[in-house]
T-cell receptor, first 111, second 117 residues
Framework: RKEVEQDPGPFNVPEGATVAFNCTYS??????FFWYRQDCRKEPKLLMS???SGNEDGRFTAQLNRASQYISLLIRDSKLSDSATYLC????????????FGKGTKLSVKP | DTAVSQTPKYLVTQMGNDKSIKCEQN?????MYWYKQDSKKFLKIMFS???????INETVPNRFSPKSPDKAHLNLHINSLELGDSAVYFC????????????????FGNGTRLTVT
């Protein structure tokens, strides 16, 4: 099992749609979870952290299920500017806990 | 501007050459990283330094040698470049090692697109 697995997509959705991305991770000792966003030919940027109780930031909602080792990101009312690759990120094993990136899910929002 | 800046943005070179990529951050962060993103878009950590000390060294050929003259700089030197080294190399920084705290996210530079011919 890969350390962090995501559906690569692409997800092609119309503006205004709701879209959900899933991610699974293999290290049950992981404590920190994030979603990063990467635009084409740009650097990744933090979108939001994922807290145990779930959290929301505007149109974005992140959920964590530790028992299933599963993380999700929900985007409501999709905008054209949401088109990007969404990277699921989990801290890895070891005391330094380096971050492990998933390969990303590509989202394309169409007019 | 406060940022992580790396140079050059593009680097095209021939096999066997030696090249360096420079990275500087003015965010006052203690930890810096080098990540490699290959053609399949997989982003993998290579090295991490905390206050000039190496704390993460993943399975990377010893042709790759990081150098941190101070905590604001982390340069990457690559000897005897190979075709498989072609990738985008991202420098990043965070306030704390491993960015394990939620208020310590990674800040990435713009990336250096290395092409080895």
């Amino acid at each position: 099992r890969k350390e962090v697995e995501q559906d690569p997509g692409p997800f092609n959705v119309p503006e205004g749609a709701t879209v959900a991305f899933n991610c699974t991770y293999s290290n049950s000792a992981s404590q920190s979870f994030f979603w990063y966003r990467q635009d084409c030919r740009k650097e990744p940027k933090l979108l939001m952290s994922v807290y145990s109780s779930g959290n929301e930031d505007g149109r974005f909602t992140a959920q964590l299920n530790r028992a299933s080792q599963y993380i999700s990101l929900l985007i409501r009312d999709s905008k054209l500017s949401d088109s990007a690759t969404y990277l699921c990120v989990v801290n890895g094993a070891g005391s330094q806990g380096n971050l492990i990136f998933g390969k990303g899910t590509k989202l394309s929002v169409k007019p | 501007d406060t940022a992580v800046s790396q140079t050059p943005k593009y680097l095209v070179t021939q096999m066997g050459n030696d090249k360096s990529i420079k990275c500087e951050q003015n965010l006052g962060h203690d930890t810096m990283y080098w990540y490699k993103q290959d053609s399949k878009k997989f982003l993998k950590i290579m090295f991490s330094y905390n206050n000039k000390e190496l704390i993460i060294n993943e399975t990377v050929p010893n042709r790759f040698s990081p150098k941190s003259p101070d905590k604001a700089h982390l340069n990457l030197h690559i000897n005897s470049l190979e075709l498989g080294d072609s990738a985008v190399y991202f420098c990043a920084s965070s306030q704390l090692p491993g960015a394990v705290l939620y208020n310590s996210p990674l800040h990435f530079g713009n990336g250096t697109r290395l092409t080895v011919t």
